[in-house]
């Protein structure tokens, strides 16, 4: 086990660190602007920051992980690497047809999300298929290298190759890729069967090209952000956190850099279910707001749902069909422009607006003092008297309040407000947005919220967790230690996590099992050497099978958790069905229809704990009057506007104590706000429990 980990998570507005240590159970974390010129400056810095505090020698860190926001946002902004797409004859539009659906049928001026490549740079290759794997027409391999070359001169850096059904037999994209590696090597090359082999031609392609597009930005940043933590005497190996929840190594991530789209998000989900666990709530909704955006996760027994595809860079943010989709594992979540930077302004008849456009961290909300002039939530929530301006970042940032006044008072001359109702409105709109979200969330899957706690983390989720937990319903808000930088910690405690799929089209009621029980056997062999590369060891590997089955004829499928196997006999075939019906029941409330059965997807999933990733209870010595730094006017609803809040100091509340709102915890990453409705209790973990009468 390492003496220390270090855990960075780069997101829209600020980076966060978490250093852990193992033995002890003491923990440092740090908050810096992210330098969206150069993300790994932020990191460094934060680095620096941290180990000064720790004063700790960056040889004795022997783990790091990290999550980031910055491929998605190269994908949203429209800001990765001119690439290309060599196709089989005939589909070089697969990209543009997609599904030929519109997204919302009543929208006359409807855009569809345009293709990452354009039609120029999307070329065509003689060479054909069939379904069943065998070669229809063989591969030309002189035109494949002159359309290359066309691509080239086009200034082309990445190169995405997607023939049709490479997912039955991979043998041209495989030598296609050897050919245009040993022919220009300098061109990145990213084949389809190594990153989503199954059917389907529209979101193989769409993925594909996703992953070609930053797949150069990837190899950049890793690269030099490797050498900055060899320069800072980290020799540590370099993890990075996955979409899906789980860790690997960067060598995987190279070759896939799609599979760290949403990795912020799911260390965040990974988080609060840990802190949840804690406290023994195993249903939790996990809300975690930064400075850009609020992402909203379900757990589930303990576990964060998990989702097979997803969409990226939405026209429509929640309209599906709307985006980009993705056809890989991601922690099920829905995320929406609500941050502390999100921008509150009059729409065009008048009515107040708040977000989804962010002030970021550059310039920053007007309180920064960097340049922002419009108002944010942040402003709005400095004017409430929720945040101390002393304080904020543990004291690394100073926040102008004038200047807060200021941008507060233009909008609120423009929508005849005095300045403190604009702000309690602008505070009230974030909360409804949020909430607003999370009861379409859960409302999707079936669930009721009333039966969640809600684990509130990030810089703005304890500040506006309570009037969300309010307006939803949900009577126990839990808010972890440091939960300005809880997705950070998440970080450190997630397990390696390696998820594996190939289509297999096997029918259950005469299709041959050892035909089906060979594909999950090369699946899992695959997921080893991946977890293998991690350094982990596999003696504790948890692995799962998956299919993706439906009634013959449907068009659709559905993920279903299957026995762990091995499959031989008509017992395999009669529990096969089995947990495709449980699946089915629970979906849609009724038995499946009496129709044959086939799983069209294998899917494997495995995970091994990372020793040492547990984090110690926390404890704090004193009373809870030692705690207390004061008092301050904050606004509260239910009060009926300003009403005096005690204020307390986190790190001195001791475990056991309770206290009733309304109150303002500070810690240096967030301030938790408790309204009068709310008593609170200090848990042995470090957490505090707020059950919202």
């Known amino acids: 086990m390492t003496d220390f980990s270090l855990g960075i998570d780069i997101g829209g507005t600020f980076t966060d660190l978490v250093v852990h240590d193992h033995a002890g159970g003491r923990r440092w974390g740090t908050k810096v602007l992210t330098t969206h010129a150069d993300p790994k400056e932020g990191v460094v810095t934060g680095i620096r920051a941290i180990l000064a505090e720790a004063d700790l020698d960056p040889r004795h860190i022997g783990r790091v992980v990290h999550a980031t926001t910055l491929f998605t946002n190269a994908l949203i902004e429209r800001k990765g690497a001119p690439t290309g797409l060599l196709t089989t004859a005939g589909f070089r539009d697969v990209l543009e047809i997609g599904r030929e659906r519109k997204y919302d049928l009543y929208d006359i001026g409807i855009e569809n ?64 890729a050897q050919a245009i590696t040993a022919h220009s090597p300098d061109l990145y090359v990213t084949a389809s069967h190594e990153v989503v082999r199954e059917i389907r031609e529209y979101e193989r392609a769409s993925t594909t090209v996703a992953s070609a597009y930053i797949k150069p930005i990837a190899a950049g940043y890793l690269a030099a952000l490797a050498q900055e933590l060899a320069g800072l005497g980290i020799g540590a190996p370099l993890l990075l956190m996955l979409s899906g929840g789980g860790l690997t190594h ?121 340049g922002g002039t419009a108002p944010t939530v942040t402003d709005a929530n400095l004017l409430l008297g929720y945040l101390n301006p002393e304080f904020f970042a543990g004291g690394t940032i100073k926040i102008d309040r004038a200047a807060a006044g200021a941008a507060i008072a233009g909008l609120a001359e423009t929508l005849r407000l005095s300045p403190e109702a604009l702000a309690a409105g602008i505070h009230e709109v974030a909360n409804e947005n949020m909430a607003g979200a999370a009861r379409v969330h859960i409302a999707e899957r079936g669930r009721d919220p009333r039966r969640y706690a809600l684990v509130c983390t990030g810089g703005g989720g304890p500040v506006h967790g309570y009037g969300v937990a309010r307006k939803l319903g949900i009577s126990r808000l839990i808010c972890p230690p440091s939960p300005g930088v809880a997705s950070a910690w998440g970080l450190l405690v997630a397990p390696a996590r390696v998820d594996r799929v190939a289509t297999v089209g096997f029918r259950l009621d005469s299709g041959t099992l050892a035909e089906f029980e060979a594909a999950f056997r090369t699946l899992e062999e695959e997921a080893r050497a991946v977890v293998t590369a991690t350094g982990l060891p596999l003696e504790c590997a948890r692995i799962a099978r998956l299919g993706d089955g439906r009634c013959v004829g449907q068009g659709f499928d559905l993920v279903t958790l299957l026995p762990p196997g091995p499959y031989d006999g008509e017992a395999s075939r009669a529990a096969l069905q089995a947990a495709f019906a449980a699946a089915y029941g629970e979906k849609f409330g009724r038995a499946p229809p009496e129709v044959p059965l086939e799983f069209i997807n294998a899917r494997l999933s495995i995970r091994v704990s990372v020793p040492g990733g547990r984090i110690a209870g926390i404890g704090t010595a004193g009373t809870l009057a030692d705690a207390v730094k004061g008092s301050r006017p904050a606004w509260f609803a239910e009060a009926g506007g300003f009403t005096p809040a005690t204020v307390y100091d986190r790190d001195r509340l001791p475990a056991g104590a309770r206290f009733t709102g309304p109150a303002l915890v500070e810690d240096a990453g967030s301030t938790l706000v408790i309204g009068p409705a709310g008593e609170a209790a200090v848990m042995a973990s470090g957490s505090i429990v707020v059950e919202i009468g």
């Not at 190759?161 to 490479?166: D, N, P, R, T």
């Not at 749902?305 to 979540?333: D, H, N, W």
């Open 113 to 176: 999300p345009l293709p990452l490549v354009p039609r120029n740079l999307r070329l065509e290759v003689t060479e054909r298929m069939r379904a069943d794997g065998a070669v229809a027409t063989p591969l030309d391999t002189a035109q494949l290298l002159r359309q290359a070359d066309a691509l080239r001169a086009a200034g082309v850096t990445s190169v995405a190759l997607v023939f049709l059904h490479s997912y039955a037999n991979p043998v041209h994209e495989i030598a296609a």
């Open 250 to 370: 960067a060598e995987e991530v190279n070759r896939n850099p799609v599979q760290m789209l949403e990795s912020g998000p799911a260390a965040g989900a990974l988080a609060a279910a840990f802190f949840g666990s804690r406290e023994g709530v195993a249903d939790l909704l996990a809300f975690d707001m930064g400075g850009t955006t609020a992402k909203l996760s379900l757990v589930d027994n303990g576990e964060p749902l998990i989702a097979y595809g997803f969409e990226a860079a939405r026209q429509k943010r929640f309209i599906e069909g709307s985006g980009l989709p993705i056809r890989l594992s991601t922690v099920e979540l829905i995320e929406i422009g609500a941050g502390g930077g999100s921008i509150a302004r009059a729409d065009e008849i008048g009515l107040l607006k708040v977000g989804p456009d962010s002030a970021g961290s550059e310039p920053g909300p007007a309180c920064y003092s960097r």
